[in-house]
C-alpha cells in the first residue's frame, strides 16, 4: 500500500489507482485515521483528473459498505426507487411514489432536504400535519411491503462515509464534480436494497447540471456505476430551466401534488412523473406498449387509485389523511398574498429557476444553511409559464408570505427572473432524453 | 470578503484572486482559523490553476510578514545571500560564503537541513565539531556585523506561515508546484533582511528541477516575485545530473570544501562558487569585468584569504577552527572504507545523482524522516566522473561507512547509478544560463 501522500500525487498526476487503494482511503477515512485535509486535497484532484469508471465503482462501493446495507430481497415485488438531482417545484416524488404502487411496485425512497434555491421532498411531505419522516430502517423495511411505499429521511448507518465526505465537499470547493456527486448519490441509492433505480436528470437555469451535456455526463456515470453494481438504472433528463408545475413552496406543491394525484396537476408535471413511472416499470418488469402504459398510469390518477396509496403512505407515516379530501383545510396556509404582475405587454420569455427558488427562500420557503428553519406556509404560486401572452398589469403570480419585511428582496428577485420580450425562442423538450445501459 | 468555499472554487476555476482574499487566507490560516481541510484543498487547486505574477507576490509578501521580519540595515556594506534549490555534494554555500566575506559582501544566510536525496548545508557544518546552526536572531545580526556571515538554522520566528504551509503540503502532494516553491523560498529568503539574492537553481535527474524548462520556470518566478519586493534577485541554472565535487556525505564535503578554500577544490565546485560569488558582486555594485572579478576571487581562494574568513566564521559559532588547519584530525571519520570497482571497462555515460544520494542515505549520510538520526562520518568518495575511461576493476569510488548491514543496499544503489558505455553524450554545460530581472 502506497502512502497516502503518494496516492494524492498519483492521482493528481491522472494516473488511475487500485481497487485496494480507494478501499483503504475511504476505510480510513471513515475510521478516522485518515484526515480531512488530506482527503480534501485527494477531492480536489479528483476534481481535476477524475475517475475512470473502474475507480468510480469501487469508490461508490467502499462508500456503500461504510455503513447499513439494507436487504430487501424477502419483500415481494420489484423495488424500484427515483431520483432527481433536484430543481425548483420538483414535487415528482409526491405524485410519483403512489403511483408507482397504484402500478404495483415498490418505492423504497430515502429523499432528501431543500438547500440553496432548490426545495426537498422531505421538507414538502413535513407540512402535511403529523407526517413523520424519521423512521428506523425496520419501519422502512415494513413500509415498503405493507403500504408498498416508504418516504423517508437519510438515517446515520446509511453511506457514513458520503456523509463525511459531502461535508468536507461542501467546505473545500469540490462539489461540483460528476464522479463525485454520481457517487455520493448511488452510495445512498444503493445501500437502499433496490431492483432498479430511474434519474430524473434535470438540466437549465434551475438545475445543478446547466447544460445538456454536463447533465447526459452525470446521467451516463450513474448508469455506469448502477451497471457495475448489476442493478438496472436508467435516466430522463429533463428541463429545469422554469419551474415544474405552478408552485414553489412546501404546502403549495403538496397541494399542487394532491391536485395531480386527482387528475387535475399541471401538464408538465404529470407528464415527467408518467413518464418516470414508465421508466420505473421497464426497469422492473420491462415495459412493450410504453403509450398504453401510459394511458394506464393517467388513468390511476384520474380515477382516484393514485390517490388512495396516497392516502394510505400519509395514514403509515402518522401523516393527517384528510389532506387528500381538502388539502386546504388541512395545510398551514400564509397570513397574506400579493400579485406580482407584469410591467409590459408581451410573450414570457423565460422563468429563471434558479431567481425563482432563491425567491422563494427570501420568504422562508427554503434555507440557505442547513440549520436554517423553513416556514411551510410561504411560496409562490404561477399563474403563467413561459410562452404565455401577457398584458401589463396582469398578475403573472401569486407571492404567498407571513413576513413583511421579506417581500422587497423577493420581488427584487422575481423581476430578474421572469423576461418579458416579444418573441420567443424554440421551446426546449420536457424531456430531451432518455438514457440506459447500453 | 467571500467565503472560504468560494475562494477555493474561484482559484480552482481558473479566476485571479485579489490582494485582500490571499492575505486573508494565510492571516487566517496562521491564526488557525482556516482549518488545514480548505488550505489543503485551494494548494491542490493552485497546483492546477497557478498563480499569476501579482497574486504570487501578494502570497509571498503575506508569508513573510506573517513572523519577524529582520532588519539589517544599520549594517555596513551589501547583505547578500545565496540560496541553492537543492542537490547532491552541493556543499557550495561553506566555500561561497568566506569567499564572499573575503570579497566584501555580507552573508546572511538562513540554510536547510538534509532530506531524501538531497542533502543540506546545517547537517555538513555540523560535522565541525562545536559548530552551533542555532543562533538568536539578534546574535544572527552580530554575527553579520562582525564576522560578515552567519550560517544558521530556520528559527520559529522567520515566515511561520511558510512553515505550516511546508508541513501541510509535504502530506498533501502539493511539493511540486512552482509557484508553492517559488513563494515558501522567497518568503523565507526576503526575511532575511537581504539587499539581494543569487540563486542556484538545479537542474537534473539529482535536483528537484528534472528539466532545463522548469528550472528556468522556478528561477524566473523567483526573480518575479524579488522584482515585486524590489529586491536584486538572479540566478544561475547549474548542473546537478551528476553530483557536485567528488565527496557525498557530510564531514567527507566539509573536509573537501576546506580543500576548495585552500585553492586544491575540484574545477566545478570552483567554477560554481566563483560564478555565484560573481553574481553576489555584480548584485552588490555592479561587476563591470566578469573576468576580472573571477581572477581576483580564484585569488583568494589560492592565497588563503577565503580559508581564513572560514575560519573566523567557524570560531564565531563556537566550532572548532583546527578544522581549517587538520580536518582530517578534527573531523569524524568513518569505521571502514571498501572500493566500489567497475564491472567493465569502458566510459563513464552518466552518474544518476537521486540514486547516488539515497546510496548515501543508505549508508547514514542523510535521512529520509525529518526526525531521522545522520552520521556524519559516512558517505561516498569518487575517483572519476561522467566521461572518464576506465578499466574493469578500476576503483570508481570508495564507501566510507560504519555498518555493515547498510552496505548492500548501497552497493545496489550505486551499481544502478552509474552507467559504463562504449561512447558519450555531448556533456551538459556546468552552467546553463544566467537570469536575471528584465
Known amino acids: 500500500m502506497a502512502s497516502v501522500p503518494e496516492l494524492i500525487r498519483r492521482k493528481r498526476d491522472g494516473e488511475t489507482l487500485g481497487a485496494d487503494e480507494l478501499r483503504e482511503l475511504i476505510e480510513h477515512y471513515t475510521d478516522g485515521d485518515l484526515p480531512d485535509y488530506q482527503m480534501s486535497a485527494f477531492l480536489m484532484a479528483v476534481y481535476f483528473q477524475s475517475m475512470d469508471a473502474d475507480e468510480l465503482a469501487v469508490w461508490t ?6 455503513g447499513e446495507v439494507l436487504d430487501l430481497s424477502s419483500i415481494a415485488g420489484s423495488k424500484i426507487d427515483k431520483h432527481s438531482t433536484g430543481g425548483v417545484g420538483d414535487k415528482v416524488s409526491i405524485v410519483l411514489a403512489p ?24 421538507d414538502k411531505l413535513e ?23 416508504a418516504l423517508i429521511g437519510q438515517t446515520d448507518d446509511i453511506a457514513p462515509a458520503d456523509r463525511e465526505l459531502y461535508s468536507l465537499r461542501d ?12 457517487s455520493s448519490i448511488m452510495s445512498k441509492k444503493l445501500a437502499e436494497g433496490i431492483d432498479g ?14 447544460s445538456l451535456e ?13 451497471r457495475s453494481m448489476e442493478t438496472d438504472v436508467r435516466a430522463l433528463v429533463t428541463d429545469m430551466d422554469q419551474p415544474l408545475g405552478r408552485t414553489v413552496g412546501n404546502a403549495l406543491e403538496i397541494s399542487e401534488a394532491i391536485d395531480a394525484l ?8 404529470v407528464e415527467v412523473t408518467v413518464s418516470l413511472v414508465t421508466e420505473m416499470l421497464d426497469a422492473a418488469e420491462g415495459v412493450d406498449d410504453r403509450e398504453a402504459t401510459r394511458r394506464r398510469l393517467r388513468g390511476w390518477l384520474e380515477d382516484g387509485t393514485a390517490l388512495e396509496a396516497f392516502r394510505e403512505m400519509v395514514e403509515a407515516q402518522d401523516g393527517d389523511p384528510a389532506v387528500c379530501d381538502a ?26 429557476a434558479q431567481e425563482i427558488g432563491l425567491a422563494s427562500v427570501e420568504l422562508g420557503a427554503g434555507r440557505m444553511e442547513k440549520t436554517d428553519d423553513i416556514d411551510p406556509a410561504v411560496g409562490l404560486a404561477f399563474r403563467c409559464k413561459r410562452g404565455d401572452l401577457v398584458e401589463p398589469g396582469e398578475p403573472l403570480l401569486e407571492i404567498h408570505y407571513n413576513d413583511h419585511s421579506n417581500l422587497a428582496a423577493c420581488r427584487r428577485r422575481l423581476a430578474r427572473s421572469i423576461e418579458i420580450g416579444n418573441d420567443l425562442d424554440e421551446a426546449p423538450p420536457l424531456i430531451f432524453e432518455r438514457l440506459s445501459q447500453p
Chains 1, 2 share one sequence.
Open 61 to 66: 462501493d467502499a462508500m456503500l459498505h461504510s
Open 197 to 210: 433505480l430511474v434519474l430524473d436528470v434535470k438540466v437549465g437555469s434551475g438545475a445543478f447540471m446547466k
Open 327 to 352: 388539502p386546504d383545510d388541512v395545510l398551514a396556509e400564509a397570513d397574506y398574498i400579493e400579485l406580482f404582475e407584469a410591467d409590459r405587454a408581451g410573450i414570457i420569455r423565460s422563468m429563471d
Open 262 to 269: 386527482r387528475g387535475d396537476g399541471p401538464d408538465d408535471l
Open 99 to 122: 403511483l408507482a404502487v397504484a402500478a404495483g411496485l415498490k418505492v423504497p425512497m430515502i429523499s432528501g432536504r431543500g438547500l440553496g434555491h432548490t426545495g426537498g421532498t422531505l
Open 171 to 182: 467546505v473545500t470547493g469540490t462539489v461540483e464534480c460528476i464522479p463525485l456527486i454520481a
Open 214 to 226: 454536463e447533465a447526459r455526463e452525470l446521467g451516463r456515470t450513474m448508469i455506469e456505476i448502477g
Open 127 to 149: 407540512s402535511i400535519p403529523g407526517f413523520d419522516v424519521d423512521q428506523s430502517a425496520r419501519r422502512f423495511r415494513e413500509l415498503v411491503d405493507e403500504v408498498g411505499a
